[in-house]
């Protein structure tokens, strides 16, 4: 089982990387707003990896709070690049 936990690990961290180079490097704001999703998404995901791997869901509060972060923030920069718009 430590070998799993391990190659997941491993997995995550690749995501959250490539995520925020991602960010950092852009070059649009769309481009940046998909990666924080899919970072706040990498998170979620191990956050639930750690309640099948600890038996608990203590975090169950956490990741609904960050699934919803990640969902208004993705609605308020739509609405901002949809007002930018020049058509």
Do not use: E
């Amino acid at each position: 089982m430590t070998v799993v936990a391990w190659v997941v690990g491993v997995l995550f961290a690749f995501a959250a990387v490539a995520s925020v180079i991602r960010i950092v490097k852009g070059p649009a704001i769309l481009d940046r707003m998909i990666a924080s999703d899919m970072l706040l998404t990498t998170l979620i995901c191990v956050l639930g990896a750690d309640m099948v791997f600890n038996h608990h869901t203590r975090t169950l509060p956490v990741m609904i709070v960050l699934a919803l972060t990640a969902v208004f923030g993705s609605i308020t920069v739509a609405r901002y690049v949809s007002k930018q718009d020049p058509s």
